[in-house]
């Protein structure tokens, strides 16, 4: 990243309007040559920039590459089996189900040996050292497996209350970031699905958005707002964020494994996904015309 | 500011006395009793404007055909003290019984509920309302007189600067000229030398041609002198005639002498006649060499005038190019100092406008602040957005303005303009002659930028840095799947979002004038009687219904029961909720009896909502 990109990147922080301006023209100049880690420094600028002109330049900033997410653009969220063409959907499902398990059958045990070992070799060293980090991912990657497994088993269908559904998930993922989540919705909202998938699905999407959210500025921002209702056809679920957004390279990409949170496995988004797709449903992402995203659950799950 | 009482003489509402209590008071009554007569007076009364314009005039109108010929007195009281509100029909404005500086009720008609949902300022104005008075002061900007005496000066200066610089520009040029004027001013000192001589050769030749002149003048004048004598000496001998003498000797003599005489003067007169002939000779002869010499001397004077002048003219030619320069010389240093001068302003003026951003900084600071706290009270249902100069029609419309004249469509590019560029940043731009920069900007092509440059180059942007800009406030409601801003929503939905944005104002007393219209019960029930329900005890709500959720569910401190004669509308109860007046009048005008209302039980009864 050269010097007048990062001054640049700082230069969003300023307290003025000018001094961001400024920083955002900049920006514009070298748009094409921005690293995922500034696009995600643009992104969180952008999430929380309210001032038009700002806010504008930031926007041409998002849309540079092709083909962008750009703000107010929809896409579908990436998926495990999308590279697996002209597979029967169930089939699909069931060869990631068993493949996820077997490596994990695999692996689960070597990793946790290997922190045991690390954490014994390296003795005081270790909490800060680079190995623990690469375990720490790794491990973070298992269980980005184990959730897919999960995600991928066959449905079993029930009826029950979502809204009840929704805030104990919204609680639970609440207690474990400094993120408040704000349920919305209609209460006594009764719907047909997998409780364990949608579950897997909702959290995900949750923890996404929370994460997404808790290195903004202001508590006011921290703040991610869960809605449910239904159309004729379909069930909604909707979880709206102040975030930086869907990083543009998602477009771009092929699919899981990539995260717009430094540090993570990028799983998520892909297994809520594959979750929903057991239930015949799927998930949307939008790149909010105020920053932020919305993830949208869709399912054919009225009684 | 809390509304105490109601006091109404003469017109529709003759005698018509009314005290308010504190929390919920609800007006019921048939249609006609004079419900909305009640809460127009209480407007008119307090001299409060309605949301627009035109709904103001109604609102005067519809107070003025009640009132007729009486007067309204509303007594009031901020923080316990009295405040007395008095006022005809014929006056212009309430007069009210002391000074007072404090936020006044607000009075909403259903009608005006819709319309602040539209109107951005109107938003804006309910937002105002909720922030804490001692904050409101410091959203004051101060600099925009300061910024606009700047600017009027820069805009003399520039001007000024132009003149000069293109003044300073013809330097080159002179300096041009008068290296090839001093270069035939160099050639021209050779024929200097020859002007010298051919002027002494003519000052000689010409005192010859004065000695010449002067001798034929004289021998001019001695043939003149001989001239006379002989005519003299002809006259003497004409006129001399003598008398017959008595002696013809001494006649004889006489006449023999007088004869001689006679000849002597005839030749006395041949010998002058030759004389003067000698004279005219000489005088010939001498006029003859001055004619000559005259000749000399007339080509020598041309060629040395000829001589003179061109020698003269590319003297006066260096002399006035030199005079030119040093005069070309003070412009540019004129322009320097203007340059100085200007730069001086412009980052004094661009100091105030970092003051008034600062300014406008805060005072964004304190709405977002209001409105994240309005959005946490509605759990986010409802979000209050505020984006920080984002109330850009003013800066529009001066563009439009700005741009009128230019042969560009303007009024689109005004409107990109508008909404890509801030109005410091395309001041600069146009300060820094930058076509490319504008291009990229605006997003528009090379050659369009260009001539918008040329067009804004010549035209003050005064008029473009001082548009108000303010920040926009908009309500959106979480429907379905995402949020909608107010524009998007329904009638209902607006007012969905409006009427908890009016009940969250609790220091001031709220009017509001049924605002069921357009509303669900549901709607009612959840957000409408639980907005009144939050207001704190002492937050006064008047509200005018034919739905009996607001009075029962809200728990009314007081209802008032209006009806009429059909000529005089009058209170005909008020009292507590659960006074048997106001049940009576809840239940038979509200729920249409309670034989009615029995059935409706009866019927929820056997249908049970599963």
């Known amino acids: ?303 | 500011m809390r509304i105490d009482r109601l006091e109404v003489s003469g017109g529709f509402l003759d005698d018509f006395e009314l005290d308010f209590t504190d929390g919920l008071n609800v007006l019921i009554g048939a249609r006609g009793a004079g419900k909305t007569s009640v809460l127009e007076l209480i407007r008119f009364g307090l001299g409060l404007p309605a949301i627009t314009e035109e709904a103001g005039e109604d609102a005067v109108e519809q107070a003025l055909a009640v009132l007729g010929d009486g007067a309204v007195t509303v007594y009031c009281s901020v923080g316990g003290d009295p405040l007395v509100f008095t006022r005809t029909g014929f006056d212009e404005a309430p007069s009210a019984s002391r000074s007072y500086r404090a936020g006044m009720p607000l009075i909403v008609s259903q009608n005006e509920i819709e319309q602040i949902g539209l109107d951005p300022m109107s938003r804006r104005e309910i937002l105002g309302r909720l922030i804490a008075p001692s904050l409101r002061a410091e959203m004051e900007n101060t600099s925009r007189a300061e910024v606009a005496s700047i600017e009027r000066r820069l805009e003399v200066q520039r001007e000024e600067r132009e003149e000069a610089t293109e003044e300073a520009e013809r330097k080159a040029e002179l300096l041009l000229a008068l290296e090839e004027a001093e270069k035939k001013q160099k050639k021209s000192g050779a024929t200097l030398k020859k002007l010298e001589k051919l002027q002494l050769e003519v000052a000689e030749q010409s005192d010859q041609l004065g000695q010449l002149r002067a001798a034929a003048d004289s021998y001019r004048q001695a043939g003149e002198g001989i001239d006379d004598w002989v005519e003299e000496l002809r006259e003497t001998q004409v006129e001399r005639s003598l008398p017959e003498l008595s002696s013809a000797a001494a006649e004889s003599q006489v006449t023999k002498k007088l004869s001689k005489a006679e000849d002597l003067i005839e030749r006395a007169v041949a010998e002058l006649e030759a004389a003067r002939s000698l004279v005219l000779d000489a005088a010939g002869e001498e006029n003859g060499k001055a004619t000559r010499l005259q000749k000399q001397v007339t080509k020598k004077t041309e060629s040395l005038e000829k001589l003179q002048k061109g020698a003269g003219d590319i003297g006066r030619r260096v002399s006035a190019l030199r005079q030119e320069l040093k005069a070309v010389a003070a412009q540019e240093k004129r322009a320097k100092q203007l340059d100085k001068e200007i730069a001086k302003l412009v980052v004094k003026r661009d100091r105030l406008l970092d003051e008034g951003e600062g300014d406008a900084e805060a005072r964004y600071a304190i709405r977002k602040k209001c409105a994240d706290e309005l959005t946490e009270r509605f759990n986010h249902r409802i979000e209050v957005r505020v984006d920080k100069s984002g109330e850009v029609n003013a800066y529009e419309a001066a563009l439009v303005e700005l741009l009128q004249g230019s042969n560009l469509r303007y009024k689109n590019l005004a409107a990109k303009l508008a909404q890509s560029v801030s109005p410091r940043e395309l001041a600069h731009t146009v300060e820094a002659e930058d076509p490319k920069r504008l291009a990229r900007l605006c997003d528009i092509p090379a050659d369009r930028a260009r001539k918008l440059l040329a067009h804004l180059e010549t035209h003050s942007l005064s008029p473009v840095l001082l548009a108000p800009l303010d920040d926009s406030v908009d309500f959106a409601l979480l429907d379905g799947q995402d949020y909608k801003v107010t524009h998007d929503l329904s009638m209902g939905q607006r007012c969905t979002v409006v009427l908890p944005m009016l009940l969250a104002e609790e220091r001031e007393a709220v009017v509001l004038d049924q605002p069921e219209d357009h509303l669900d019960n549901a709607f009612i029930v959840e957000t409408l009687v639980s907005a009144i329900a939050e207001r704190s005890e002492g937050g006064q709500v008047i509200v005018a219904t034919h739905n009996a959720n607001i009075p029962v569910l809200g728990e009314a401190m007081q209802v008032i029961v209006l009806a009429s004669d059909g000529r005089r509308g009058f209170v005909a109860s008020a009292g507590a909720l659960d006074s048997d007046a106001s049940v009576h009048a809840i239940t038979t005008l509200m729920e249409g009896g309670r034989e009615a209302f029995a059935q409706r039980a009866e019927f929820y009864d056997e249908h049970p909502d599963e």
């Open chain 1, 1 to 303: 990243m050269n010097d007048r990109v990062r001054a640049a990147l700082d230069g969003l922080k300023a307290e003025t309007e000018s001094g961001r301006l400024g920083a955002a023209r900049e920006l514009q100049e070298h748009a094409a040559e921005l690293s995922i880690e500034a696009e995600r420094e643009v992104s969180e600028a952008f999430a929380t920039e309210k001032v038009p002109w700002v806010r504008g330049a930031l926007a041409q900033v998002l849309d540079v590459g092709a083909p962008p997410i750009g703000v107010g653009h929809t896409i579908a969220a990436p998926r495990w089996d999308e590279q697996i063409e002209g597979a029967d959907p169930a089939v699909a499902r069931r060869a990631i189900n068993l493949s996820t398990k077997r490596v994990l059958h695999e692996v689960s045990a070597v990793v946790g040996r290997a922190r045991v070992a690390a954490r014994t070799d390296l003795s005081d060293a270790y909490p800060a050292s680079e190995t623990n980090r690469q375990l720490t991912y790794l491990y973070e990657l298992c269980q980005g497996l184990r959730t897919l497994a999960s995600a991928t088993v066959s449905p079993k269908l029930e009826e029950f209350d979502l809204s009840q559904e929704v805030s104990a998930l919204a609680e639970s993922v609440e207690g474990q970031l400094l993120v408040r989540i704000r349920p919305e919705g209609t209460p006594n909202f009764t719907v047909r699905a997998d409780r364990s998938l949608l579950g897997i699905a909702v959290r995900n999407l949750l923890v996404n958005a929370a994460e997404a959210t808790e290195s903004l500025r202001t508590d006011n921002d921290r703040v991610v707002v869960i809605t449910w209702g239904a159309s004729k056809k379909a069930v909604h679920i909707s979880v709206i964020d102040r975030g930086p957004g869907p990083a543009p390279f998602l477009a771009r990409s092929s699919g899981a494994g990539l995260s717009t949170k430094i540090g993570h496995s990028g799983y998520g988004l892909a297994t809520a996904s594959e979750a929903m797709r057991g239930l015949g449903g799927e998930v949307q992402l939008t790149r909010n015309e105020r920053g932020g995203a919305t993830a949208l659950i869709l399912w054919p799950g009225l009684p």
